[in-house]
């Protein structure tokens, strides 16, 4: 039930809010070229501090709600969502993989002399996980030919 809100927002937080995702909308229209994402902003910003010395609540409250449900007709037209190149499904997520952490036996002695205690406590843990491993799954069966 984590997702129901426990607390109401005030005005501040949904003009906030609305703020943050005119700028998410801005990217999705305009993400290639800066400098049109730039001009869009600066426009909202401008709608924005027009209006943000308004006295009367009941005209604020309007005026946040219409710009809510601008937004919200704005954002159907761009349902795609902006992924970051390294996210997952980016285009180049997992480009530079992480090696391996088997990598780090084949370190020549001298190499791993640098660090000694980082390798005696990985030896300590490799053997505690082939101690786990044996207990729990046994002894593997030789493969048959």
Same mark, same amino acid.
């Given at each position: %039930?984590?997702?129901?809100?426990?607390?109401?927002?005030?005005?501040?937080?949904?003009?906030?809010?609305?703020?943050?995702?005119?700028?998410?909308?801005?990217?999705?229209?305009?993400?290639?070229?800066?400098?049109?994402?730039?001009?869009?902003?600066?426009?909202?910003?401008?709608?924005?501090?027009?209006?943000?010395?308004?006295?009367?609540? %009941?005209?604020?409250?309007?005026?946040?709600?219409?710009?809510?449900?601008?937004?919200?007709?704005?954002?159907?037209?761009?349902?795609?969502?902006?992924?970051?190149?390294?996210?997952?499904?980016?285009?180049?997520?997992?480009?530079?993989?992480?090696?391996?952490?088997?990598?780090?036996?084949?370190?020549?002695?001298?190499?791993?002399?640098?660090?000694?205690?980082?390798?005696?406590?990985?030896?300590?843990?490799?053997?505690?996980?082939?101690?786990?491993?044996?207990?729990?799954?046994?002894?593997?069966?030789?493969? %048959?030919?």
């Amino acid at each position: %039930m984590s997702n129901l809100p426990t607390t109401f927002l005030t005005h501040s937080q949904r003009v906030c809010r609305l703020y943050k995702s005119l700028f998410v909308l801005a990217r999705r229209e305009h993400w290639p070229d800066r400098l049109a994402y730039r001009q869009r902003m600066v426009e909202y910003r401008a709608r924005l501090d027009a209006n943000k010395n308004v006295q009367d609540l %009941m005209r604020a409250k309007r005026l946040l709600i219409a710009g809510e449900e601008e937004l919200k007709k704005a954002m159907y037209w761009h349902t795609e969502n902006f992924n970051f190149p390294e996210s997952p499904s980016g285009i180049a997520e997992g480009r530079y993989p992480t090696p391996d952490d088997s990598a780090l036996d084949s370190w020549h002695p001298l190499e791993k002399a640098q660090y000694p205690t980082y390798f005696a406590t990985r030896e300590k843990r490799k053997k505690a996980y082939m101690e786990w491993y044996l207990k729990r799954y046994g002894v593997p069966d030789p493969p %048959m030919m």
